[in-house]
């Protein structure tokens, strides 16, 4: 060996019957020097593996966990495991004639499948390990992943699978990946939720499939963790839902997602606005907790690109967005679009062929101090075309004074009710989630009966709705409604029948309330932007004339206005109108279709017309007589009609 402490060591050892342990470093090297560069565990494991002289050296043996025993076969040549960890051993022997010492790559790592999706692409490996809490980790990871080593190792490291420290060591552990070849398939999904018939979630399957499947991609950050038991929550948020119409519609809108592609509905979102201290967080909170811890609450400050993961990981289930006010308002618009068109965005792969595109049903649960129409009209935007009818606003006061709550339960404040509900959604989440999924699951029929319930519930509700908007807004309410109605008929919330769809309907009333009647959107906006801009600059910028249809006698000779938007007059009968000609009526609804809103304001009776036409004909001063719209002003105690 050429080595004279060895020497001696195995002479001592041939004496008495001993053993000797050798540090396998390769070169002149005690214990310690072990030690300093890899650790207590793998000085270990060398003592351990101490032979009797005159036999060779063998790996080190212990025997491996139930959890860590290979299930995928063969590792390739040179690989090994055990329950102290995942080895390698190079081949022959080191310069000094000794078998090579093997390199501990990390913990032990079950290879258990080879996964694909349902075209037979986006290929990878199911991989299994402890973390050192033990807790049980899956991942299917995609094989093009290996092109960056870093973000292989990073992803395990987030799992709590902590490689060896060493560049050989850690590129012998993604060779290992790049070499396995297990016999047993599985089918990955892209994302949660609805596939194959069975609700998918990144640690479980609820429902029957022919083939393993598995949420490629989804690592350490899984959304759906569970704490306590069901019972328990049932018997504290559960129950304190009673007599609270915003707490348990908060719990419906978590229950709807998975009834989504089952009734053949598009994602949708509800937005809870008011002031720091009206409850509204909680809610959220309370929402989370069907499905996981408050760690699973999200941010609106994001960009789009992780969003789209983000929606994926939340698909036909739940996704909470806290504070619209933190996101930026330049993308504010684009972020919440794409979330409720359920598209992702296209992309091309390296060589130009088109990446497939992701794609997501689910509900969101938004919350802040504005409404995303306040939010956007910040940076002059307005919401797309029927945006708000996918994104509805609920003011978070239920009209109680307490705030979100119309009952504390025998709480002292509001404020101490809200800390119990905070509280008991960290101890006990995400078992309703699950209860429901399995549910679901065996009961796929019952739920897609519902889509007729939904329709006929809507049209009872949107009764008179002058809109179609109303009637969509009612169906995704109903939807809401009847998904907790369905919970509380399959005993997973302690709720008495109609409860829950008497909690949609008063939020239903309240949006209404909010947004100024049962019209559509647009009818709305464009009536609400003659009125702001008359009450702004009635008084500054329209120029007064007589009473008479053709009497352009200014009503004040000293009179000054400066860049006149129109003119008004004060009919005999006391009726105050303003005038726009189109020119001017086109620039107060720049960017809009103005005939679209003379249409609005002569559906709400407050366009006045003496022809068949919506701009009549009368004579302004210094323009003769021209076509210009007349609108009248709703007096005290009358409402236009949207």
Known sequence: MNNPGVDYATEAARAVGGRVALPGLGRKADFWDLWAEHGPEITRE??????????????????PGPCHAPKSGRLPAGYSQNGNGLYFQHPGTDKNGDPHQPIRLGPALDILARTRDGQSGEWGLLLAWKDPDGSAHQYAMPYAMLTDARQVLSTLAAGGYIPAPGREAQKLLVQLLAQAAPSERARCVPGTGWHYGCIVLP????????????????????????????????????????GNSRLTFSIAVALAGPLLPLVGMEPGAVHVYGHSSSGKSTLLRAAVSVWGGPESRRTWRATTNALEGIASLHADTLLALDEIGQADIRALDEVAYFLLNGRGKLRANVDGSIRAMRAWSLMVFSTGEATLADRLTEDGKKPRAGQEVRLVDIPADAGQGLGAWENIHDHSTPAQFSDEITAAC???????????????????????????????????????????????????FALIGLAGELAAQAGLVPWPEGQSLSAAKSCLSSWLAARGGGGDTEDIQAVSTVQGF??????????????????ITPGNPHERIVERAGFRRTTLSGEEQFIFTKEQWAELFRGRNPLQAARAMDRA??????????????SLPDLGRVRAYVVRIAQQNEEPSP
Do not use: M
């Open 46 to 63: 060398r003592i351990l593996a101490a032979k009797t002289p005159g036999h060779e050296a063998a790996a080190p043996t212990a025997d």
């Open 605 to 618: 009776g407050l366009l006045i017309r003496n022809d068949s036409s919506l701009a009549q004909k009368v």
């Open 426 to 476: 960290a101890t006990h989440h995400g078992t309703l989630g699950r209860a429901w999924a399995q549910y679901l699951a065996g009961h796929q029929g019952e739920a897609q009966k519902l889509r007729s319930v939904i329709r006929k519930t809507a049209e009872h509700w949107a009764a008179g709705a002058e809109s179609g908007q109303v009637v969509r807004v009612a169906e995704r």
């Open 203 to 242: 640690d479980a399957v609820y429902g029957e499939s022919p083939e393993l499947l598995v949420v490629q991609g989804a690592g350490a950050d899984n959304p759906y963790r569970v704490a306590g038991d069901l019972e328990t929550w049932k018997g504290t948020i559960g129950a304190w839902c009673l």
């Open 534 to 551: 008359i009450a702004r600059y009635g008084a500054s910028r329209f120029q007064t004339i007589g009473a008479g249809a053709d009497d």
